[in-house]
């Protein structure tokens, strides 16, 4: 900018020199030399400072676009983290209200007629000790327990049990499909079952379910599969 500024001073300067010059008769050369030196440097002045202006913007947009980039990232930072917050608080609410209102009749209601391996999965993530305890309470024909009540076992017989007419067939284990042992009593005995058949079984729950060892279910209907 400086260097346009002194280019058009010098040919201002060197057209008075010019006109005076040429009243006085006096030599056109070096007047002209210097208009032309002036007009050299008021071009590169201003093509100078057009170029520092245009960098000077360039740099001032990239620096607004990293600020906005920025300010979006910590925007949507924050939000993510609002969301999560709001739907970890909300989920807890959900649990808490869910264990609040759960009662053993209820739980064991929604356990009617179900696999046993089943019933094993949910009674696990049972949390509540006092809901354990009254579904294990060995008391018939209440509707908090699930003692006596109808049970399904899918799996395979792997050992008949002496019974006292000796292996007739009415008392036997059976491994669930997840691996469960359940000792089967049944109603008559299946003389066509063995070792190894696949079964499907009927019958009342007549143990705990935090026995993880073996289970019992009596007065079972046994089919072969």
Same mark, same amino acid.
């Given at each position: 900018?400086?260097?346009?500024?002194?280019?058009?001073l =010098?040919?201002?300067?060197?057209?008075?020199?010019l !006109?005076?010059?040429?009243?006085?008769?006096?030599?056109? *050369?070096?007047?002209?030399?210097?208009? %032309?030196?002036?007009l050299?440097?008021?071009?590169? +002045?201003?093509?100078?400072?057009?170029?520092?202006? &245009? #960098?000077?913007?360039?740099?001032?947009?990239?620096?607004?676009q %990293?600020?906005?980039s920025? #300010?979006?990232i910590v !925007?949507?930072e924050?939000?993510?983290?609002? #969301?999560?917050?709001?739907?970890? $608080?909300?989920?807890?609410? /959900?649990?808490?209200?869910?264990?609040?209102?759960?009662?053993?009749?209820?739980? %064991?209601?929604?356990?009617?007629?179900?696999?046993?391996?089943l019933?094993?999965? &949910?009674?696990? =993530?049972?949390?509540? $000790? @006092?809901i354990?305890?009254?579904?294990?309470?060995?008391?018939?024909?209440?509707?908090?327990?699930?003692? +006596?009540k @109808?049970? /399904?076992?899918? +799996?395979?017989?792997? &050992?008949?049990?002496? +019974?006292?007419?000796?292996?007739? *067939?009415?008392?036997?284990?059976?491994e669930?499909? @997840?691996?469960?042992k359940?000792?089967?009593s049944?109603?008559?005995?299946?003389?066509?079952?063995? %070792?190894? $058949?696949?079964?499907?079984?009927?019958g009342?729950?007549?143990?705990?379910? @935090? #026995?993880?060892?073996?289970?019992? !279910?009596? &007065?079972?209907?046994?089919?072969?599969?």
């Amino acid at each position: 900018m400086l260097l346009g500024i002194l280019g058009i001073l =010098l040919f201002l300067v060197s057209v008075v020199w010019l !006109v005076v010059s040429l009243i006085s008769r006096k030599g056109a *050369k070096k007047p002209l030399i210097s208009i %032309v030196t002036g007009l050299v440097f008021f071009i590169i +002045g201003i093509a100078t400072s057009t170029d520092a202006e &245009e #960098n000077t913007e360039s740099d001032t947009t990239i620096s607004e676009q %990293v600020t906005t980039s920025e #300010n979006d990232i910590v !925007v949507e930072e924050s939000a993510k983290e609002e #969301n999560n917050e709001i739907d970890t $608080e909300s989920k807890e609410k /959900e649990t808490a209200a869910t264990e609040k209102e759960l009662t053993a009749k209820e739980w %064991v209601k929604s356990q009617k007629n179900k696999n046993i391996d089943l019933v094993i999965k &949910e009674y696990n =993530l049972l949390k509540s $000790e @006092d809901i354990k305890n009254e579904v294990n309470e060995q008391a018939k024909d209440k509707e908090t327990t699930m003692f +006596g009540k @109808d049970i /399904e076992i899918t +799996g395979t017989a792997i &050992e008949f049990l002496e +019974g006292s007419n000796g292996f007739d *067939k009415s008392s036997f284990i059976v491994e669930t499909n @997840d691996g469960n042992k359940v000792r089967i009593s049944a109603k008559t005995p299946n003389e066509a079952l063995d %070792v190894g $058949e696949k079964v499907e079984i009927k019958g009342s729950l007549a143990s705990s379910l @935090d #026995n993880s060892d073996e289970y019992y !279910v009596r &007065e079972a209907s046994v089919y072969i599969k």
